[in-house]
């Protein structure tokens, strides 16, 4: 039988080319930069800050459609080949993004190209390979895999305001995009491929389709789908809304950029604490602790006058949250469904995820104008961490035939 060390000697290509392609995909890049973008395509067009989150939301929804095809593209032609042709499409169309015009239909367009090309690149694409080289420490190489995004979300908020002031929004936009090609694309190119670990993979895979008419049969899959789907919105909701709600309060840009990128670091902070635990602990107690403290971090992000202190404490607290999502999803699906369903599993429940993640945004923009203010939306979004984390709390013991594989 492996260890855990043994496990990590042969893995260690697949974790570090998983760390950087994850993070300079669709799940780190857009997602930690758009907040970034929003006072610079505001003031350029003309369009009002709704108008302007309204492409994250685009980008989210269209993953509801985009995952579950990559994840068939997966099953039918490997990982590896999904994730070499995504990372060098993700690229070009974030780059894309530089020739926006005043159309907002064209605007919208570039958001759901940038859907369709980096759909290879989001979490549950990665997940299967990296379940299939570790068994023994798959919690913890799952939280190292996924700190990519961590990473960029500590780099890129500070280095796209920085970029727009030197270069404007345009070429921010070309520049960015040019990391996934130059850094992840190669990585992947030479280090990321697919094993079957015998532990943990003994059975060839059945027929998609029918494995997930299994898992949507299984209870426990509408609890962590509607779960994810909570914790997803509420995430969506608070960072890449933390910028322009800072701003609010008097943050100048450079400020408000740093305390983003308190976010992402404690997004790595949370990846790798959470994957540890996942190891050692009930998966849902882990999970349940991290979305309720992020829960309290909307809190702290209430009031009028906003104690800077408390501000960093809320950042730590929903970057960690943010951190333990993409850990704690694989890992239950490897736990309750089995290794080898796990690929179709996380294609489902990234539906309820991305869905989640698309009406956040959206809906956080107009319930801050319905109300005046943010401390309605961050009750909201607070409530739904805490819902959604003590909801996993619900899924009792692993099956004993899954538990150990």
């Not at 104690?307 to 490897?334: C, H, K, Q, R, T």
Request: glycine share 12%; with cysteine.
């Amino acid at each position: 039988m492996a260890t855990a060390r043994a496990e990590f000697k042969a893995g260690w290509g697949v974790l570090l080319s998983s760390a950087v392609g994850f993070g300079l995909g669709t799940s780190g890049l857009p997602f930690y930069t758009a907040g970034i973008f929003v006072e610079p395509l505001s003031k350029a067009f003309g369009w009002s800050v709704p108008t302007v989150q309204g492409g994250l939301t685009t980008l989210m929804l269209a993953n509801v459609f985009t995952l579950p095809t990559a994840a068939w593209l997966a099953e039918r032609f490997g990982n590896r080949r999904v994730v070499l042709g995504s990372l060098l499409l993700f690229g070009l169309s974030f780059m894309a993004m530089a020739a926006q015009t005043r159309s907002i239909a064209l605007f919208y367009l570039h958001w759901l190209a940038i859907s369709a090309a980096g759909a290879g690149t989001l979490p549950m694409i990665w997940a299967r390979p990296i379940s299939g080289w570790f068994a023994k420490a798959r919690g913890a190489a799952l939280g190292l895999a996924m700190m990519g995004t961590g990473v960029v979300g500590v780099i890129s908020p500070v280095l796209a305001n920085s970029l727009i002031e030197r270069f404007s929004w345009r070429g921010a936009y070309l520049i960015l995009g040019v990391l996934p090609l130059i850094l992840a694309l190669p990585l992947a190119f030479g280090l990321f491929h697919e094993r079957e670990n015998p532990e943990a993979l003994n059975a060839p895979l059945p027929d998609p389709a029918l494995v997930g008419a299994l898992v949507a049969r299984n209870w426990r899959f509408w609890l962590i789908g509607a779960a994810f789907l909570l914790i997803g919105s509420a995430v969506a909701c608070v960072i890449p809304n933390l910028v322009k709600l800072l701003r609010t309060h008097s943050f100048t840009p450079g400020h408000a950029a740093q305390v983003a990128s308190v976010i992402g670091l404690f997004v790595i902070i949370g990846r790798a604490a959470c994957g540890a635990l996942l190891d050692r602990v009930w998966a849902s107690a882990v999970a349940a602790s991290f979305f309720v403290l992020a829960g309290v971090g909307c809190l702290l992000l209430r009031g009028v006058h906003l104690n800077p202190i408390a501000v960093v404490v809320a950042a730590a607290a929903v970057g960690a949250a943010a951190g333990a999502e993409f850990d704690v999803m694989p890992y239950l699906a490897s736990r309750y469904f089995g290794v080898e369903h796990v690929g179709v599993a996380l294609g489902l429940l990234g539906v309820f995820f991305y869905f989640g993640a698309a009406l956040g945004p959206w809906g956080f923009s107009r319930l801050t104008e319905m109300a005046g203010g943010y401390d309605t939306p961050l009750l909201v979004a607070g409530a739904m961490f805490a819902i959604g984390g003590l909801a996993l709390m619900l899924l009792g013991r692993y099956p004993a035939e899954h538990a150990a594989n």
